[in-house]
């Protein structure tokens, strides 16, 4: 069975940091790129960052650029996400999910999520001022 759990989410200051993890279990990331996603309360999900399996190629939305980093390590089969310089309009809860066609498009269209092969059930970051 394909499996993501999300971790590292948390209550953290503006300005602060925090690395949530996406463990995979079920498949490698050979194959599947990896994508996180956020949501926060009354809003609908966007795309935060992906990085493909096979280049280790990255997207970031505008308004993480420069402040997120994606990341993987295969050996323990896990994507990383840094989130430095937090901001308050950061919060939300955060997803990962993988799928072999996940591209940069995609991640910009919120009516192609519901189509991607598995998903984790998210981590909750909140950055109080």
């Known amino acids: 069975e394909l499996q993501l759990v999300e971790s590292g989410g948390g209550l953290v200051q503006a300005g602060g940091s925090l690395r949530l993890s996406c463990a995979a279990s079920?498949?490698?990331?050979?194959?599947?790129?990896i994508g996180w996603f956020r949501q926060a309360p009354g809003k609908e999900r966007e795309g935060v960052s992906c990085?493909?399996?096979?280049?280790?190629?990255?997207w970031y939305a505008d308004s993480v650029q420069g402040r997120f980093t994606i990341s993987s390590d295969s050996a323990k089969n896990t994507v990383y996400l840094q989130m430095n310089s937090l901001k308050p309009e950061d919060t939300a809860v955060y997803y990962c999910?993988?799928?072999?066609?996940?591209?940069?498009?995609?991640?910009?269209?919120?009516?192609?999520?519901?189509?991607?092969?598995?998903w984790g059930p998210g981590t909750p970051v909140a950055v109080s001022l």
């Open positions: 999910a993988a799928d072999q066609n996940l591209a940069p498009e995609t991640m910009r269209l919120p009516y192609q999520y519901e189509y991607l092969e598995v």
């Open positions: 079920g498949f490698t990331f050979d194959h599947y790129a």
């Open positions: 990085i493909s399996g096979s280049f280790g190629s990255t």
